[in-house]
């Protein structure tokens, strides 16, 4: 569209540079009734949706949702925002077709009044590659299936109270052993070999 503006006997075309308007759909609330196996969201209003990207929090059947449609009722709907969400103890947050989620912040702090979970199938790896990993606790339990290996440069321990116990053989092994007492070494056994 092109307008006209006379100034004196001139005249200046002046290009129409308002924005063009499609439609541009509308915004409703909705709530999820069913989730089928293809990540497809059934509704109250009769009408399928996805999730949208910017959904991190995954709906469950219940919640109230605010929700996409476009002008044209073949296209798809998009599940913007979770609005209300039926009480529940757990909340997921999960990005839709992604395969990885990656924070990234100077600083990350997870908090929790009562307990944090790190569960995974495969690999679970923590490192500090430039500081140091500090882990503070009451107690400390640990379960290994199949082998326990520790290297490093320097390891001191420190306790009130240490035993080893093994089922089949202890052994250690350095180019030089030092074994001192401020009292007493007792070794006792049914059979002791030295050298």
Same mark, same amino acid.
């Given at each position: 569209?092109? =307008?006209v503006n006379r100034i004196g006997h001139q005249q200046h075309r002046v290009p129409d540079t308002s924005p063009l308007q @499609? !439609?541009?759909?509308r915004m409703i609330p909705a709530e999820v009734v069913d #989730? !089928? @196996?293809m990540g497809i969201y059934h509704l109250g209003n009769g009408l399928t949706a996805k999730r949208a990207c910017s959904c991190a929090l995954v709906p469950n059947p219940g919640d109230t949702v605010l929700l996409y449609t476009a002008g044209d009722s073949a296209q798809a709907a998009y599940i913007l925002h979770v609005l209300e969400r039926n009480p529940s103890d757990t909340a997921c947050i =999960?990005? @839709? !077709?992604?395969?990885r989620l990656d924070i990234q912040q100077q600083r990350l702090r997870l908090s929790a009044a009562?307990? #944090?979970e790190l569960s995974c199938a495969g690999d679970i790896s923590l490192t500090a590659a430039a500081g140091t990993l500090h882990v503070r606790a009451r107690q400390w339990? &640990? &379960?290994v299936i199949g082998s326990f290996i520790e290297t490093a440069r320097e390891r001191v321990s420190r306790a009130a109270f240490m035993q080893f116990n093994s089922s089949a053989l202890t052994q250690w092994h350095s180019k030089q052993a030092i074994i001192m007492a401020d009292e007493d070494i007792k070794i006792d056994a049914e059979r002791v070999n030295l050298g």
């Amino acid at each position: 569209m092109i =307008s006209v503006n006379r100034i004196g006997h001139q005249q200046h075309r002046v290009p129409d540079t308002s924005p063009l308007q @499609p !439609d541009m759909g509308r915004m409703i609330p909705a709530e999820v009734v069913d #989730i !089928d @196996p293809m990540g497809i969201y059934h509704l109250g209003n009769g009408l399928t949706a996805k999730r949208a990207c910017s959904c991190a929090l995954v709906p469950n059947p219940g919640d109230t949702v605010l929700l996409y449609t476009a002008g044209d009722s073949a296209q798809a709907a998009y599940i913007l925002h979770v609005l209300e969400r039926n009480p529940s103890d757990t909340a997921c947050i =999960s990005i @839709p !077709d992604a395969e990885r989620l990656d924070i990234q912040q100077q600083r990350l702090r997870l908090s929790a009044a009562r307990q #944090i979970e790190l569960s995974c199938a495969g690999d679970i790896s923590l490192t500090a590659a430039a500081g140091t990993l500090h882990v503070r606790a009451r107690q400390w339990v &640990s &379960s290994v299936i199949g082998s326990f290996i520790e290297t490093a440069r320097e390891r001191v321990s420190r306790a009130a109270f240490m035993q080893f116990n093994s089922s089949a053989l202890t052994q250690w092994h350095s180019k030089q052993a030092i074994i001192m007492a401020d009292e007493d070494i007792k070794i006792d056994a049914e059979r002791v070999n030295l050298g």
